[in-house]
Every structure is written in structure tokens, then in C-alpha cells.
């Protein structure tokens, strides 16, 4: 309204001489009141003026309603939602493409480690053999005979009383032929190892038979 009585007095001050006398209306935050009385371009001066403050007085206004706080729940509401909007996730791809790298890598890993495991207690079972040889050779310097034949572990170390296998969880340790010339020992497998057989003569003849590793030679 300032602005539309601005420019109906700046008309109207045209129209007269620029020395002449005018009245001039300005509008103010508080209301209207009747300015003094001034020259033409005075008063153009003081329209002027008189519109910057009250666009001033607009802009002012305007910020202070944007300023004004909002209510601490909708506020609340709003970081909630930013949250939930940002927070990280996995798709459904991807977390089947994760399940089939982990199955992967399950099929070979798995595998792998049953053949080191099983590896490592043939071993196990070779040495034990080889000392349970040298025990058998020893008791024939002593009878001039081999130990007869046995058929488990707590019957092979009855009779060779210095000898013990260090594990007897996957493989039973037998005297399996006996001669006066010649004899065999044998690691019979059991549980994991079940038809593995590790063998060593009196002429260290070395064989497995049935056995995951080695592929009929020891290891």
C-alpha cells in the first residue's frame, strides 16, 4: 500500500512546480500520519526513504518468522527420519552374493584343511611304525626270534613293553606277519581314517593301501 500512495504522490507532485509546496503521506510500522511540509524534491527524497524502511521492515519481519523454532518433536521427527534415510544397509543381492562367496570359500578351505589334518596323522602313524620296527629288530638280537603276530594296539605293546604309539585315536598299530626270517608291522586306520593301512617290513619296504594321501607311498 506504502508504495501504491508513493507513486500516486510522485504523479501527482509532477504536475506541479519543482519549487512548489506539496504535502506528503508516509506509512510508517505504527500508522499514518501527515508529514511536514517541504519542497518537491524533498519530498521525492523522503519517498524514497520511506520505501526502503518499509521494505527493510518487511525483509525483518520475514526472517524472524523463519527463525522462529520449530517444535522440538517435529524436530526429532525430521533427524529420525534423515537417519534412518542415511543409515547403511545390504541388499538382497548383495547379501547373496556375499552367502556365495562364504560357500566358496567353505567347498575349498574345508577340504583343504581335512587333507592337512589327516596328512599330519599319517605322519604320526609312519613314525610310530618306524620306531615299533626298530623294536621288533631289537628283540630278535635278543631271542634270535620275532615277536608273533598281533591283533591290537594294547597286544603289540604287551609284547614290545619299551615301545608306545603316540596315538592311538586314528589307527591301530599290529604285528601283522611274523616270521623267523621276516615280519611286517601295520597302522590299521580307524574313524576318519578308516581303510587306510601304512606298512613297513623288515627290508623297509614302505606302502600305504586305501589311504586320502600318499597314493600307496608314504608321505
Avoid at 119 to 135: S, T
Wanted: charged content about 15%; aromatic content about 8%.
Amino acid at each position: 500500500m506504502t508504495k501504491t500512495m508513493n507513486a500516486a504522490l510522485s504523479r501527482n507532485l509532477h504536475q506541479f512546480d519543482p519549487h512548489a509546496q506539496s504535502t506528503i503521506w508516509s506509512a510508517q510500522p505504527f500508522g499514518w500520519w501527515i508529514m511536514e511540509t517541504t519542497p518537491y524534491w524533498k519530498a521525492l527524497d523522503l519517498l524514497h526513504h520511506a520505501d526502503k524502511s518499509a521494505s527493510s521492515a518487511e525483509r525483518a519481519s520475514t526472517s524472524k518468522a523463519q527463525r522462529r523454532p520449530l517444535d522440538p518433536e517435529h524436530l526429532m521427527k525430521k533427524q529420525r527420519l534423515r537417519r534412518a534415510g542415511s543409515a547403511p544397509g545390504f541388499t538382497l543381492i548383495e547379501l547373496l552374493i556375499v552367502v556365495a562367496l562364504i560357500s566358496i570359500l567353505v567347498a575349498i578351505a574345508v577340504p583343504s584343511y581335512t587333507g592337512y589334518v589327516n596328512k599330519q596323522r599319517m605322519r604320526a602313524a609312519q613314525a610310530d611304525l618306524v620306531v615299533l620296527a626298530a623294536d621288533v629288530e631289537n628283540a630278535f638280537q635278543r631271542t634270535l626270534a620275532y615277536p608273533a603276530t598281533t591283533a591290537t594296539t594294547a597286544a603289540t605293546q604287551s609284547a614290545l613293553t619299551s615301545w608306545r604309539a603316540s596315538d592311538v585315536t586314528f589307527f591301530t598299530f599290529v604285528i601283522s606277519a611274523s616270521s623267523s626270517v621276516a615280519f611286517t608291522v601295520q597302522a590299521v586306520g580307524k574313524g576318519a581314517l578308516s581303510g587306510c593301512t601304512i606298512s613297513l617290513t623288515q627290508a623297509n619296504v614302505r606302502t600305504t593301501s586305501g589311504c586320502p594321501q600318499g597314493a600307496g607311498a608314504w608321505l
